[in-house]
């Protein structure tokens, strides 16, 4: 009787580990759901972390009980290897050679985003000082007067778009290098855009392409009870439908965004040939229509360079890399890193060291 019992155990747990691995690799490409046609089932990729969890723990389980079991959840990652990279890459650290050029990305959030300190535009502006880089993009940039004035110091040339329908959002780049001209990319949307910037880098004109692509939409109000619901502290029933709130939220604004990153995968293509650097904030995570459209043909220099999730998005129980930098073939990115040692902005900047390569 007892081995029977063991033998039911073991074929169910089997079961549910076959299950689940199912399960996390039709999430791992959730990003080829086009979010205008089944705008829920785009945002699948949200959570590709939690059925790692599940698949770690049947490994743990397997391991503890009956060690040739394992081979499912194993099995489970190398399939998943692809998303598993996307998500979560590990890159040793490499030498730079000489020549690199810094670039970094930042949504600053108009220099006033955490109410904890009352000099966060000096914090921001100390920083990307501090931080050398030869080429600067900003979202949300609203600078005032005396940022401008303290910016200025810092670069020798420097731009800002106003984006949106409404004009409510700026662009910005800050550069050692020449700026040549500026076109917008164009798409709907009331405050959200992207701007490409011809740079004359060394003699050679590069686009730098800075994104600020659609918000999720979702209210301060959403987010405190997005944070309560991950605590624990709301009930079972409201549970079930503020996370439908939720749900319908971010589908809706998946299904807005996914224009813009076709959008700006087009004007990518149609400057194919063309030394291209892309960044920006896509607001959606690494398992998403947007961030895979936009990189078709690019180089994700934080997957290919860089080393764990990459959190680049710091507030209200949304802790995931919606910030990117990419780069056409013309370069070699290294030791691309999110770096959330300043908490000024809800975002935190990501930065990258890339390398002009001689053309054959």
Known sequence: MANMLKTITIRMMAGANVATVIIMLMVGFADYINPVSHPLLS????????????????????????????????????????????????NLPEDMPDGVIKVLSYNVQAYN????????????VDYIRDSEADIVCLQEDMTRAYILQRMDSLYDHRDTVHVGTRNMNVLGIYSRYPILSKERIGYASEGNGSVAFFLDVDGDTVIVINNHLETTHLSLDDRRMYKSML???????????E???????????AAIRAPQADAVRKYIADHAGRPI??????????????RRTVAKGLTDCYVATGRGVGVSYNQSGFYVRIDNLMCSGDFKP??????????ASDHYPIYCWLKKQDKP
Request: aromatic fraction near 12%; proline fraction near 5%; include cysteine.
């Open 43 to 90: 945002c699948l990729g949200m959570t590709f972390p939690a059925l790692l969890i599940v698949n770690m723990a049947f490994l743990f389980f397997w391991l503890t009980f009956k060690k040739r079991m394992a081979l499912i959840p194993v099995a489970g990652y190398v399939l998943a290897y692809v998303p598993i990279r996307i998500y979560m890459p590990v």
């Open 113 to 124: 985003g955490n109410s904890r300190y009352d000099d966060t535009s000096d914090m921001i």
């Open 231 to 241: 605590k624990g502290d709301v009930r079972q029933d409201t549970v079930r439908e």
């Open 243 to 253: 996370s439908k709130k939720l749900i319908n939220r971010l589908g809706e604004s």
């Open 277 to 290: 650097i892309l960044c920006g904030d896509f607001n959606d995570n690494p398992i998403s229509y947007a």
């Open 334 to 343: 290294y030791n691309c890193k999110v770096d959330n040692k300043i908490d």
